[in-house]
C-alpha cells in the first residue's frame, strides 16, 4: 500500500508504484463531492440556502447600519469600499476555515482522517478538494451581496464599468494565497487539539483588522498600518476594489500601480502557498512521528 | 447517589431465587424489577444542588486550568471590536461609540456560549457519548442545564471581564454611570433571561445531529445584528427593536449602555420598562425551557436519537 506524508508520492518500501496525477484529480474530485454533501446534506435545499445567506447578509448589514447611524459625507464616501471588502472577505474565512476545520473534523468528530492518510492520493488532494465546496456557497453568498448592494444600497456595481482584466489577474492568485493560509492552519491544527479552532477564528479576525476590509488602513495606527501592509489580503482586496469600483480606496496604497498591484498579489499569493505547503507536509511529519494522526483529544 | 440505586427489600429478596436455578428456571419467567427508595424532598433537592455543582464544577476548573482561552477568547473578542472602532472612527463618530462597540463585544461572550456550550451542549455530549449517563443518573435534567449555565456564566464572565478591562486600557473609554445598583440589576437579570433561553435551547437542540452545529453557527450574526450589539438598537426602528427584544441581549444591552454611558438620547425603552421585560422574559423562558425538556426527551427516546451519533 503507498503511503504518502504530505503533498509528494512516497510509496513505502517495497509497495507500488507512484501515485499517478489521475489519482490526484480523483481524490480532488470525490473530496469536493463530499464536501459539499457534508456542507449541505443536513438540510432541505431552502433551508440550506436561508442558512448560507443569513449570515453574511446579517454580518453586511451591521456595517450598513453603523455607517448610517453615523451618517455624513466621509461615511458615504467610505461605504461602498467598505462593503465590497466585507464581501470579497468572505472567502477568507470561508478557505481559510475550509481547508483547516476539516483536520479537527475528520479527526475528532468523524475519526476518518487516518484513512485519508494512508490513503493513495493522501491528504493535500483531499484538502484541497474540501475546500471547493466551501468556495462554490461562498461564491453564491458573495455575488447575492454584490448584487443586493448594487440594488438596494446604492453600492455603484456595474457590469459594464468593471475592470474585468484587473479582476481576473488579481482574484485566482488572491485566492491561492488564501488557500495557503488554510494549509498553514491545517499544519498547525494537526498537531494541535480540538480547541485549535480558536487559532482559525483568530488569524481570521486578525485578518478582518489587518487588511482594512471595512475601512481604509489609513485609520490604522502607524505600526499596525505596517502589519497590514505585509499581509497579502491587503493587496488582494485593494486590487479587487479598483476593479469592481474604480479609483485607489487606501491612500495608503496609492503610491501602488495596478500592474504593480497585481504583481505584488501574484507574488505573494504563490509563494504564501508554497510556504504554507512546505510546513503543512512538514506538520504532517511531526503528527506522524507523535502518533498524533488519529488522536482524540475529547477536549 | 447510592441510596437512589439501592434495590427494594423486595427486589433483593428476588435475587436469590432467580439465581438458585431449577425452581427458578422452570418457574414462569418474571421480570426483574428493581424499585427504587422514594427520595424525600431534602434528598432530591440535595442530590440535584450536587448534580449541578458537579457540571458546573467543570467549566469552573476550566476557566483556571486552561490559559490558552486569554489568547484566544479575550484577543478575539477585542480584535472584532477593534475593527468596529475603527469603522466608527473612520466616520468620526462621537467617542462614547467606542464604549458601545466594547460592551457588545464583551457581551458576545455570553452569547457564544448559550450557543455553544448550552444550546448545542447535548449534541457534544451525544458525540462523546455521555448523553446517556446523563439520562441515566437519578439527577434531574434540570439540575444538570442550571449546572452548566452557571459554570457557563462563570466561565463567560472571566471572558467578558478580561476583554472590557483589556479593551477600555486599549482605546480609552469613558463610563459615566447614571446607576451602578441599576446597572448590576440589568446585567444579572439579561444572564438570567439569557441563560433560560440557552436552557430552551438545549431542550429544542435534544433532537438535532449536525443541525445543531449549524444552527448555533446561524445563530451568530443575525443575532449581533438583531440585538444591536454594535449600535443602538434603536437603530433598527421601533418594531424591528420590540421582535428583537425576545432575546434578552436587546433589552439588557440598550439598558446597560443607558446606564453605563449616561445615553438616553438612544435609548430604545425607558430602563425600567426593559428591566421588567427581561424579567418577564427569565420567568417565560424557564417555564418553556422545562415543559419542552420532558417533550424533546420523549420525543427523542422515542425516535432514538439520544445516542445516535455522526449524524
Redesign the interface.
Given at each position: 500500500m503507498a503511503v504518502e506524508t504530505g503533498t509528494t508520492p512516497a510509496p513505502a518500501a517495497g509497495s507500488g508504484p507512484a501515485v499517478s496525477w489521475r489519482e490526484r484529480w480523483q481524490t480532488f474530485r470525490m473530496s469536493a463531492w463530499l464536501g459539499w454533501q457534508v456542507e449541505s446534506n443536513?438540510?432541505d435545499p431552502l433551508l440550506f440556502a436561508i442558512?448560507s445567506m443569513?449570515?453574511?447578509i446579517?454580518?453586511a448589514?451591521?456595517?450598513v447600519?453603523?455607517?448610517?447611524?453615523?451618517g455624513?459625507e466621509?461615511?458615504q464616501a467610505?461605504f461602498p469600499g467598505?462593503y465590497i471588502g466585507n464581501a470579497l472577505f468572505m472567502y477568507v474565512g470561508a478557505l481559510m476555515f475550509g481547508v483547516s476545520w476539516v483536520v479537527l473534523e475528520d479527526r475528532e468528530?468523524?475519526q476518518l482522517l487516518k484513512y485519508i492518510y494512508i490513503s493513495t492520493a493522501g491528504m493535500f488532494w483531499y484538502l484541497c478538494g474540501r475546500a471547493v465546496a466551501k468556495f462554490l456557497v461562498t461564491t453564491v453568498a458573495v455575488v447575492i451581496l454584490l448584487v443586493f448592494g448594487a440594488a438596494f444600497l446604492g453600492v455603484p456595481l456595474h457590469l459594464g464599468q468593471i475592470n474585468w482584466g484587473l479582476f481576473a489577474a488579481v482574484f485566482p492568485p488572491g485566492l491561492l494565497g488564501i488557500v495557503g493560509f488554510g494549509f498553514l492552519l491545517a499544519g498547525v491544527l494537526l498537531i494541535s487539539a480540538r480547541?485549535g479552532s480558536?487559532?482559525v477564528?483568530?488569524v481570521s479576525?486578525?485578518l478582518?483588522?489587518l487588511s482594512g476590509?471595512?475601512?481604509?488602513l489609513d485609520?490604522?495606527p502607524g505600526w499596525l498600518q505596517a502589519v497590514g501592509k505585509v499581509i497579502p489580503v491587503t493587496y488582494w482586496l485593494e486590487g479587487l476594489r479598483r476593479a469592481l469600483l474604480g479609483g485607489t480606496y487606501t491612500q495608503a496604497l496609492a503610491g501602488f500601480s495596478d500592474s504593480r498591484l497585481v504583481l505584488t498579489v501574484a507574488v505573494t499569493g504563490v509563494v504564501t502557498l508554497a510556504v504554507s505547503v512546505l510546513f503543512f507536509n512538514r506538520m504532517a511529519d511531526v503528527a506522524r512521528s507523535r502518533g498524533l494522526i488519529d488522536q482524540l483529544t475529547?477536549h | 447517589m447510592a441510596t437512589a440505586r439501592q434495590p427494594a427489600p423486595e427486589a433483593a429478596a428476588a435475587g436469590p431465587q432467580l439465581g438458585a436455578g431449577g425452581a427458578a428456571a422452570a418457574a414462569a419467567p418474571e421480570p426483574l424489577r428493581i424499585d427504587l427508595p422514594e427520595l424525600t424532598l431534602w434528598q432530591r433537592l440535595l442530590l440535584n444542588l450536587r448534580a449541578a455543582r458537579a457540571r458546573a464544577y467543570v467549566r469552573v476548573v476550566a476557566t483556571g486550568r486552561e490559559l490558552s482561552w486569554l489568547a484566544f477568547e479575550v484577543a478575539m473578542p477585542i480584535l472584532s471590536a477593534a475593527a468596529y472602532v475603527y469603522i466608527y472612527e473612520a466616520l468620526g463618530a462621537p467617542p462614547r461609540y467606542t464604549g458601545f462597540v466594547l460592551l457588545g463585544g464583551a457581551m458576545t461572550a455570553y452569547w457564544m456560549n448559550v450557543l455553544w456550550a448550552m444550546a448545542s451542549q447535548f449534541y457534544w455530549e451525544k458525540q462523546s457519548g455521555l448523553l446517556e449517563t446523563y439520562f441515566l443518573a437519578p439527577a434531574s435534567r434540570v439540575a444538570l442545564l442550571l449546572g452548566m449555565a452557571s459554570g457557563g456564566i462563570f466561565m463567560s464572565t472571566s471572558r467578558a471581564a478580561s476583554t472590557l478591562i483589556a479593551g477600555s486600557l486599549i482605546f480609552g473609554v469613558r463610563y459615566e454611570v447614571v446607576s451602578w445598583p441599576l446597572a448590576i440589576l440589568a446585567f444579572v437579570l439579561t444572564l438570567s433571561a439569557l441563560y433560560c433561553l440557552g436552557m430552551l435551547f438545549s431542550s429544542l437542540f435534544l433532537m438535532y445531529g449536525r443541525e445543531a452545529w449549524h444552527m448555533s453557527n446561524a445563530l451568530q450574526e443575525p443575532v449581533y445584528l438583531a440585538s444591536g450589539f454594535y449600535f443602538p438598537v434603536r437603530a433598527l426602528g421601533f418594531w424591528t427593536a420590540l421582535g428583537a427584544s425576545v432575546i434578552p441581549l436587546t433589552l439588557g444591552l440598550d439598558a446597560m449602555r443607558q446606564l453605563m454611558f449616561g445615553a438616553p438620547d438612544i435609548a430604545f425603552l425607558p430602563v425600567g420598562w426593559e428591566l421588567l421585560g427581561l424579567t418577564v422574559l427569565t420567568v417565560v423562558y424557564f417555564v418553556l425551557a422545562l415543559r419542552a425538556l420532558a417533550a424533546m426527551e420523549h420525543l427523542a427516546k422515542r425516535e432514538g436519537r439520544l445516542t445516535l451519533k455522526w449524524q
Amino acid at each position: 500500500m503507498a503511503v504518502e506524508t504530505g503533498t509528494t508520492p512516497a510509496p513505502a518500501a517495497g509497495s507500488g508504484p507512484a501515485v499517478s496525477w489521475r489519482e490526484r484529480w480523483q481524490t480532488f474530485r470525490m473530496s469536493a463531492w463530499l464536501g459539499w454533501q457534508v456542507e449541505s446534506n443536513w438540510a432541505d435545499p431552502l433551508l440550506f440556502a436561508i442558512y448560507s445567506m443569513a449570515k453574511p447578509i446579517a454580518g453586511a448589514l451591521i456595517l450598513v447600519i453603523m455607517y448610517r447611524v453615523v451618517g455624513g459625507e466621509s461615511a458615504q464616501a467610505l461605504f461602498p469600499g467598505m462593503y465590497i471588502g466585507n464581501a470579497l472577505f468572505m472567502y477568507v474565512g470561508a478557505l481559510m476555515f475550509g481547508v483547516s476545520w476539516v483536520v479537527l473534523e475528520d479527526r475528532e468528530f468523524f475519526q476518518l482522517l487516518k484513512y485519508i492518510y494512508i490513503s493513495t492520493a493522501g491528504m493535500f488532494w483531499y484538502l484541497c478538494g474540501r475546500a471547493v465546496a466551501k468556495f462554490l456557497v461562498t461564491t453564491v453568498a458573495v455575488v447575492i451581496l454584490l448584487v443586493f448592494g448594487a440594488a438596494f444600497l446604492g453600492v455603484p456595481l456595474h457590469l459594464g464599468q468593471i475592470n474585468w482584466g484587473l479582476f481576473a489577474a488579481v482574484f485566482p492568485p488572491g485566492l491561492l494565497g488564501i488557500v495557503g493560509f488554510g494549509f498553514l492552519l491545517a499544519g498547525v491544527l494537526l498537531i494541535s487539539a480540538r480547541h485549535g479552532s480558536g487559532y482559525v477564528e483568530s488569524v481570521s479576525g486578525a485578518l478582518y483588522l489587518l487588511s482594512g476590509v471595512v475601512f481604509p488602513l489609513d485609520v490604522l495606527p502607524g505600526w499596525l498600518q505596517a502589519v497590514g501592509k505585509v499581509i497579502p489580503v491587503t493587496y488582494w482586496l485593494e486590487g479587487l476594489r479598483r476593479a469592481l469600483l474604480g479609483g485607489t480606496y487606501t491612500q495608503a496604497l496609492a503610491g501602488f500601480s495596478d500592474s504593480r498591484l497585481v504583481l505584488t498579489v501574484a507574488v505573494t499569493g504563490v509563494v504564501t502557498l508554497a510556504v504554507s505547503v512546505l510546513f503543512f507536509n512538514r506538520m504532517a511529519d511531526v503528527a506522524r512521528s507523535r502518533g498524533l494522526i488519529d488522536q482524540l483529544t475529547e477536549h | 447517589m447510592a441510596t437512589a440505586r439501592q434495590p427494594a427489600p423486595e427486589a433483593a429478596a428476588a435475587g436469590p431465587q432467580l439465581g438458585a436455578g431449577g425452581a427458578a428456571a422452570a418457574a414462569a419467567p418474571e421480570p426483574l424489577r428493581i424499585d427504587l427508595p422514594e427520595l424525600t424532598l431534602w434528598q432530591r433537592l440535595l442530590l440535584n444542588l450536587r448534580a449541578a455543582r458537579a457540571r458546573a464544577y467543570v467549566r469552573v476548573v476550566a476557566t483556571g486550568r486552561e490559559l490558552s482561552w486569554l489568547a484566544f477568547e479575550v484577543a478575539m473578542p477585542i480584535l472584532s471590536a477593534a475593527a468596529y472602532v475603527y469603522i466608527y472612527e473612520a466616520l468620526g463618530a462621537p467617542p462614547r461609540y467606542t464604549g458601545f462597540v466594547l460592551l457588545g463585544g464583551a457581551m458576545t461572550a455570553y452569547w457564544m456560549n448559550v450557543l455553544w456550550a448550552m444550546a448545542s451542549q447535548f449534541y457534544w455530549e451525544k458525540q462523546s457519548g455521555l448523553l446517556e449517563t446523563y439520562f441515566l443518573a437519578p439527577a434531574s435534567r434540570v439540575a444538570l442545564l442550571l449546572g452548566m449555565a452557571s459554570g457557563g456564566i462563570f466561565m463567560s464572565t472571566s471572558r467578558a471581564a478580561s476583554t472590557l478591562i483589556a479593551g477600555s486600557l486599549i482605546f480609552g473609554v469613558r463610563y459615566e454611570v447614571v446607576s451602578w445598583p441599576l446597572a448590576i440589576l440589568a446585567f444579572v437579570l439579561t444572564l438570567s433571561a439569557l441563560y433560560c433561553l440557552g436552557m430552551l435551547f438545549s431542550s429544542l437542540f435534544l433532537m438535532y445531529g449536525r443541525e445543531a452545529w449549524h444552527m448555533s453557527n446561524a445563530l451568530q450574526e443575525p443575532v449581533y445584528l438583531a440585538s444591536g450589539f454594535y449600535f443602538p438598537v434603536r437603530a433598527l426602528g421601533f418594531w424591528t427593536a420590540l421582535g428583537a427584544s425576545v432575546i434578552p441581549l436587546t433589552l439588557g444591552l440598550d439598558a446597560m449602555r443607558q446606564l453605563m454611558f449616561g445615553a438616553p438620547d438612544i435609548a430604545f425603552l425607558p430602563v425600567g420598562w426593559e428591566l421588567l421585560g427581561l424579567t418577564v422574559l427569565t420567568v417565560v423562558y424557564f417555564v418553556l425551557a422545562l415543559r419542552a425538556l420532558a417533550a424533546m426527551e420523549h420525543l427523542a427516546k422515542r425516535e432514538g436519537r439520544l445516542t445516535l451519533k455522526w449524524q
